[in-house]
T-cell receptor, first 109, second 112 residues
């Protein structure tokens, strides 16, 4: 079973700061997902990536397959970015995702 | 499109009662899954389906049953509720198991 670790567990920052959330895993994967869970509980998929880097608006996700590590960056953070960010991985040939416990991000105005 | 819908949003049960959590999607997705989310733990897979008529167990299947008679619907049944099943339940769907998953709004279940 893949072990997925996220850091930090909690992060509080001022509006406008550059945010980095990290995810590491123990076994080689076919894909990694970043998800956002809003305070109301809803879960939205942000990125799915298997190599390199993806960008959507102020969000950037990178993955280093050799180091088994991914980062989620938020530029010019805003209070509406406050949420729990969850990393999940899919092992090769496996239909199932393994989830991290999430990083709770709070952006203060 | 409504996406993935779940009912009910909240439910309180007594130990031993049974109930069905409903999940439906209107995106013609083949892959559907049920997760539970508990404090301090990542989402854990209960059961999943890769298409109508096909279901399989996930990481924590005990105490839960599923069926997939249509592409759209994937109900989760608790036959005899236990306090350990108090959790938030999410249903998700995707075109295939390798694709981005779309999550329902969740059902908060309390078993007394």
């Amino acid at each position: 079973k893949n072990e997925v670790e996220q850091s930090p567990q909690n992060l509080t920052a001022q509006e406008g700061e550059f945010i980095t959330i990290n995810c590491s895993y123990s076994v080689g994967i076919s894909a990694l997902h970043w998800l956002q869970q809003h305070p109301g509980g809803g879960i939205v998929s942000l990125f799915m990536l298997s190599s390199g880097k993806k960008k959507h608006g102020r969000l950037i996700a990178t993955i280093n397959i050799q180091e088994k590590h991914s980062s989620l960056h938020i530029t010019a953070s805003h209070p509406r970015d406050s949420a729990v960010y969850i990393c999940a991985v899919r092992n090769f040939g496996n239909e199932k995702l393994t989830f991290g416990t999430g990083t709770r991000l709070t952006i203060i105005p | 499109n409504a996406g993935v819908t779940q009912t009910p949003k909240f439910q309180v049960l007594k130990t031993g009662q049974s109930m069905t959590l409903q999940c439906a999607q209107d995106m013609n997705h083949e892959y559907m899954s049920w997760y539970r989310q508990d404090p301090g733990m990542g989402l854990r897979l209960i059961h999943y389906s890769v298409g109508a008529g096909i279901t399989d167990q996930g990481e924590v299947p005990n105490g839960y049953n599923v069926s997939r008679s249509t592409t759209e619907d994937f109900p989760l049944r608790l036959l005899s509720a236990a306090p350990s099943q108090t959790s938030v339940y999410f249903c998700a769907s995707s075109r295939s198991w390798a694709d981005t998953q779309y999550f329902g709004p969740g059902t908060r279940l309390t078993v007394l």
